[in-house]
């Protein structure tokens, strides 16, 4: 059996020195405003995986007025999504993404970024893809006022 999964989150941008995007540090003159980390993309894939289960969405199992997440290491919140995931006795097949940034440039920090998401994911780097565009200049993400991800992702059984 098969199921796929679809997930979508945004952050805003505030002064800062540095994002983190699918696990990756990324040096910029902005910040997310977020409870957690902020990281768009490892809660877009979170999104992807419980779609794929039917389990809600992030902010059912993680509540941003809960203490414990507040700074939470997105990566930590993908551990658990896997562990339920695998629970029920599935796998990644592959997973597809797509950040839309005006700034900064992701292209140096795609491969990282495959990296630690397939470690995550318990699957191998070709079974990773990572992609971006800005919105030429359009929209929120146009204006540079902040970042959206998308995912999708096969699971197995
Ligand atoms: N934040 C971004 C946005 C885009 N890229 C790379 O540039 C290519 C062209 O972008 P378009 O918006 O004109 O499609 C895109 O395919 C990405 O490879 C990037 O690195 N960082
Ligand atoms: C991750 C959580 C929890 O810290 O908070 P945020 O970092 O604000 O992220 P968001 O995608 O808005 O929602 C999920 C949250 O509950």
Same mark, same amino acid.
């Given at each position: 059996?098969?199921?796929?999964?679809?997930?979508?989150?945004?952050?805003?941008?505030?002064?800062?020195?540095?994002?983190?995007?699918?696990?990756?540090?990324?040096?910029?003159?902005?910040?997310?405003?977020?409870?957690?980390?902020?990281?768009?993309?490892?809660?877009?894939?979170?999104?992807?995986?419980?779609?794929?289960?039917?389990?809600?969405?992030?902010?059912?199992?993680?509540?941003?007025?809960?203490?414990?997440?507040?700074? +939470?290491?997105?990566?930590?919140? !993908?551990?658990? #999504?896997?562990?339920?995931?695998?629970?029920?006795?599935?796998? %990644? $097949?592959? *997973?597809?993404?797509?950040?839309?940034?005006?700034?900064?440039?992701?292209?140096?920090?795609?491969?990282?970024?495959?990296?630690?998401?397939?470690?995550?994911?318990?699957?191998?780097?070709?079974?990773?893809?990572?992609? +971006?565009?800005?919105?030429?200049? !359009?929209?929120? #993400?146009?204006?540079?006022?902040?970042?959206?991800?998308?995912? %999708? $992702?096969? *699971?197995?059984?």
């Amino acid at each position: 059996m098969m199921r796929i999964g679809h997930g979508y989150d945004v952050h805003r941008f505030q002064e800062g020195d540095h994002i983190t995007l699918g696990g990756v540090r990324i040096e910029h003159n902005r910040s997310f405003v977020a409870h957690s980390d902020g990281d768009v993309l490892l809660h877009a894939i979170c999104d992807a995986l419980l779609g794929a289960l039917a389990l809600g969405d992030i902010g059912r199992h993680f509540p941003d007025t809960d203490p414990r997440f507040r700074g +939470a290491d997105s990566r930590q919140l !993908l551990q658990t #999504v896997m562990c339920m995931v695998e629970a029920r006795g599935w796998q %990644v $097949v592959n *997973l597809d993404s797509t950040i839309q940034a005006q700034a900064p440039k992701m292209a140096p920090h795609i491969d990282a970024m495959r990296s630690i998401i397939a470690q995550e994911l318990r699957v191998s780097e070709g079974q990773v893809n990572v992609k +971006a565009t800005t919105t030429e200049s !359009l929209g929120f #993400v146009g204006r540079k006022e902040g970042i959206a991800a998308h995912a %999708v $992702v096969l *699971l197995e059984q």
